[in-house]
């Protein structure tokens, strides 16, 4: 009987951790098995909320797009950033969130010591070589005291992760796919952005040139 050299193949996926700061990880690898299902699951819900380039408040359109899941979607236009519970688009309800989206988030959450993060908005955004998203916070939510997860999928992206001011300096840390970052406590409001993207190839069963970057949070208090 031959062995199996397969059998026990999530042993043999490269998963590390990597503290970024106070309050804030990467998980490297952590998504990188589940990578196909979140795709596919990406695709069912883009079928109903199809991405979209917002504008911000400013009258600029957004160089990525975007498509949310849950129970509440981050929008933007003339009247600002917020969450809603329909699609704009659509006027439906936002698509429901996937239990494996539920699941892996609060596994990487309590990887990195928040336990019990149960997320009721899953915003997605897609980026093409040379979509960028300038330095900024996330503060539309109201309980601040539960972290972020978000997990990156396709090309890589040079991530700018800064301070609690704008001005204060920048570090560079280039995220792949399946690399998941868990924020929150004393990082929960740093300024981040994300530089253009570059050409590149993408690991099967992604078309080529493309990032998505699920973002989980929970906006009101359990
Ligand atoms: C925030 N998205 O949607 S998430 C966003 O890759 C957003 O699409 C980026 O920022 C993206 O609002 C980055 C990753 C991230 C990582 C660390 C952070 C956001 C962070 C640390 C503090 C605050
Ligand atoms: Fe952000």
């Not at 929960?188 to 952005?193: A, D, E, V």
């Amino acid at each position: 009987m031959i062995k199996d050299l397969f059998a026990d193949d999530d042993n043999i996926i490269r998963q590390w951790k990597e503290p970024l700061a106070k309050d804030a990880i990467i998980l490297r690898g952590f998504a990188y098995s589940k990578a196909p299902i979140l795709l596919q699951n990406i695709m069912d819900i883009a079928e109903n909320a199809p991405f979209r380039y917002f504008m911000t408040p400013s009258g600029h359109m957004m160089s990525v797009s975007m498509t949310n899941c849950g129970q509440l979607g981050w929008i933007s236009d003339k009247q600002g950033y917020r969450y809603t519970e329909n699609d704009p688009l659509s006027g439906q309800k936002w698509p429901k969130m996937p239990e494996i989206f539920q699941q892996l988030a609060q596994k990487a959450a309590s990887q990195a010591g928040f336990t019990d993060f149960i997320p009721d908005a899953c915003l997605i955004n897609r980026y093409h070589p040379g979509s960028r998203l300038n330095l900024h916070q996330d503060k539309n939510e109201i309980d601040l005291s539960q972290p972020i997860v978000s997990v990156s999928l396709g090309l890589p992206a040079t991530f700018l992760f800064g301070g609690l001011q704008r001005e204060y300096p920048c570090q560079r840390v280039l995220l792949t796919h399946g690399d998941i970052i868990v924020w929150g406590g004393s990082s929960r409001l740093r300024y981040h952005g994300i530089l253009p993207l570059k050409d590149g190839v993408t690991p099967w069963p992604l078309q080529d040139n493309v990032r998505y970057n699920l973002t989980f949070r929970r906006v009101f208090p359990v």
